[in-house]
């Protein structure tokens, strides 16, 4: 079963994978706050969409009534579990596995990375020198996070396309069932943990400065970690670092290629950037986690039952007029931007610091090269749809 | 009304390192070695970042700052 029905009622047949909502979702959005806050449907089990930020919120806040264990919404989960801590950890575990992890991605870490990224980014934007078109998304978006991450685990970038293809059949190609979506998922992970394999033996015995030596050393109650584990994170990192600011970097190109202003703005006062990119993070937040109910409860009203998906939209709070006023104009010098484009709570994103230094960086070196660049006319944007949502396709005129 | 300095207040258990606080009011903050967030000092805030530190406050996903004046 690969094609499903359309949605027929958004509060009551609701459905992330529907093209409507990969479209544009913030209409729908609206629609649903204005009427039926908390949509459901019956789809995937039992599904909960809220679209305030208050329920979000308070959901990602209750780490006991609602679990981390699936963090991305499937039609046929596999039943081998597929662990990646501390993303799909609860407490008490989560805290330990957590606290592992988090000096590799502090500011003053990632501060460090800044000479890298600046290059990466003027490296690809050498190959566009002299064109007069390009696809900001393609020729360059895509490209950062895969080449920083790599950099950061240390393995090849050149790999890029691989890495790019196990994150679509994660989180895009095998959400909705077809028959073999839960097989292809386990087999996808056992490649991963394959090709890491292979770098963890070499770094066995001469470790470097990348996070998978600081994994093999890494110590988690007393102990090395154990196999699954040390896979499960590294596939965590990778897949979490890329298609995440990937489209965080298109979509902020994509409004600036739409709104000249904007460009203009940034370009003649660049030290409005710090501010523009937490709106753009606001605006165009890309992730939308998921939880599954451990336990009947109800939030604002709203029964939910135990094994219940619910979709924690961050992109919906993050559009909220209760807290964002005039919540669908990017407003680049927004002074109160309270968003939760990251998360909220414990599992707040671990690379946040990561993220968004690289779409500082991919913006400033973007317009200092092409301050002038407008979308193409009439161009098509293509959508990822799923847990990320981003801008695959960015034609620019860059002069 | 003068009074004393306003103090800023990151509370330990609801940072989450999100590490707003730093780029808004750098000077008002320390972070850690796991990314959280710690007011500088005693975390009196001098008249003249008064305006960023409130911009801090405003800012953090996690309500974990405040700033505590002798009204408060």
């Not at chain 1, 007069?132 to 240390?154: C, R």
């Not at chain 1, 995440?244 to 940034?266: C, E, N, P, V």
């Not at chain 1, 610091?353 to 161009?379: C, D, K, S, Y």
Request: some cysteine; charged content about 30%.
């Amino acid at each position: 079963m690969t094609g499903r029905p359309p949605v027929s009622d958004w509060a009551t047949d609701f459905d992330h994978t529907d093209p409507r909502w990969t479209e544009n979702p913030y209409a729908i959005m609206a629609e649903l706050r204005g009427r039926c806050p908390i949509a459901h449907s019956e789809r995937y089990g039992g599904l909960h969409a809220p679209m305030r930020y208050a329920d979000v919120r308070e959901i990602a806040y209750d780490t006991d009534h609602f679990s981390s264990k699936r963090v991305v919404i499937r039609e046929n989960p596999p039943n081998v579990p597929l662990p990646s801590p501390p993303i799909t950890s609860d407490p008490p575990h989560h805290k330990p596995s957590r606290m592992l992890l988090l000096p590799a991605f502090t500011p003053q870490k990632i501060d460090r990375l800044i000479p890298d990224a600046r290059r990466i980014c003027n490296e690809l934007l050498d190959e566009l020198q002299g064109r007069s078109e390009a696809d900001a998304a393609i020729d360059y978006a895509q490209h950062i996070p895969v080449k920083v991450i790599a950099k950061m685990l240390g393995i090849p970038e050149a790999e890029g396309d691989r890495f790019r293809e196990w994150i679509h059949v994660f989180i895009e190609d095998t959400i909705v069932d077809d028959g073999t979506s839960a097989d292809r998922l386990v087999a996808t992970a056992r490649e991963m943990d394959d090709f890491f394999g292979r770098y963890a033996e070499q770094r066995r015995r001469d470790p470097k400065d990348d996070l998978i030596s600081f994994l093999l050393a890494a110590q988690h109650d007393g102990a090395p970690l154990t196999e699954r584990h040390f896979y499960g994170a590294l596939r965590l990192l990778l897949i979490a670092g890329i298609d995440t600011t990937w489209s965080a970097i298109g979509a902020s190109l994509l409004h600036l290629a739409t709104y000249h202003q904007d460009r203009d703005r940034l370009v003649a006062e660049p030290a409005l950037m710090p501010t523009a990119v937490e709106e753009f993070l606001r605006a165009y937040a890309p992730v939308t986690m998921a939880r599954r109910v451990k336990e009947d409860t109800e939030v604002s009203g709203c029964p939910m039952k135990a094994g219940d998906w619910v979709m924690l939209s961050f992109p919906a709070a993050n559009r909220d007029p209760d807290v964002f006023p005039d919540p669908d104009t990017v407003v680049i010098d927004r002074e109160d931007n309270r968003h939760a484009a990251f998360g909220l709570g414990i599992h707040r994103c671990i690379g946040s610091n990561l993220a968004r230094m690289e779409i500082t960086v991919a913006l400033e070196e973007w317009l200092r090269r092409f301050p002038r660049f407008t979308l193409q006319p009439g161009a098509r944007i293509a959508w990822s749809k799923g847990p990320v949502r981003g801008p695959r396709t960015v034609p620019v005129n860059l002069a | 009304m003068t009074g004393k300095p306003a103090r800023l207040v990151v509370d330990d258990d609801k940072c989450q390192g999100h590490n707003r606080c730093r780029l808004l009011a750098p000077d008002l903050v320390d972070i850690d070695d796991l990314g959280f967030a710690h007011a500088k000092g005693d975390g009196t805030v001098p008249s003249e970042l008064l305006e960023k530190a409130r911009l801090a406050v405003r800012n953090c996903p996690e309500f974990a700052l405040r700033l505590e004046t002798d009204e408060t």
